[in-house]
């Protein structure tokens, strides 16, 4: 079971799902949840700016998979830029977001929990 699930004192008693719930989770719902457990973290407002980064490349991915059935000139180097871009955020908001649970889990345990 992943630590977000085993933190259930007062800052976190809304944090009640599995971990097949949580892997299933929309990015929105996933920002509803941390920002219930971690209420004060600036990570939040740099996970809402993923959010729209992430939904631009799914969005464009879709769009130039059907482009490029109909036009060989498509350049994708600027749309892999933007997804890389997207990737190194992604990936720094993971990084912080576990070194912040686990801050919030050792108070949980310094509590008692």
Same mark, same amino acid.
Not at 23 to 46: C, H, N, V, W
Not at 77 to 98: G, I, M, N, Y
């Given at each position: 079971?992943r630590d977000i699930n085993r933190l259930c004192s007062h800052e976190f008693i809304q944090i009640d799902?599995?971990?097949?719930?949580?892997?299933?989770?929309?990015?929105?719902?996933?920002?509803?949840?941390? #920002?219930?457990?971690?209420?004060?973290?600036?990570?939040? %407002?740099?996970? =809402?700016? *993923?959010r729209p980064e992430r939904n631009h490349c799914a969005h464009r991915a879709l769009v130039l998979c059907?482009?490029?059935?109909?036009?060989?000139?498509?350049?994708?180097?600027?749309?892999?830029? #933007?997804?890389?871009?997207?990737?190194?955020?992604?990936? %720094?908001?993971? =990084?912080? *977001?576990?070194?912040?649970?686990?801050?919030?889990?050792?108070?949980?345990?310094?509590?008692?929990?």
């Open positions: 079971m799902k599995s971990d097949d719930e949580l892997d299933e989770t929309p990015l929105g719902g996933l920002i509803m949840l941390f #920002r219930k457990a971690l209420p004060y973290s600036q990570l939040i %407002s740099r996970l =809402e700016q *993923l059907f482009m490029s059935d109909v036009d060989s000139n498509i350049s994708f180097d600027a749309e892999f830029e #933007r997804v890389q871009k997207a990737r190194e955020l992604a990936w %720094s908001c993971f =990084e912080d *977001l576990k070194q912040e649970l686990a801050a919030a889990e050792s108070r949980f345990v310094a509590l008692g929990g």
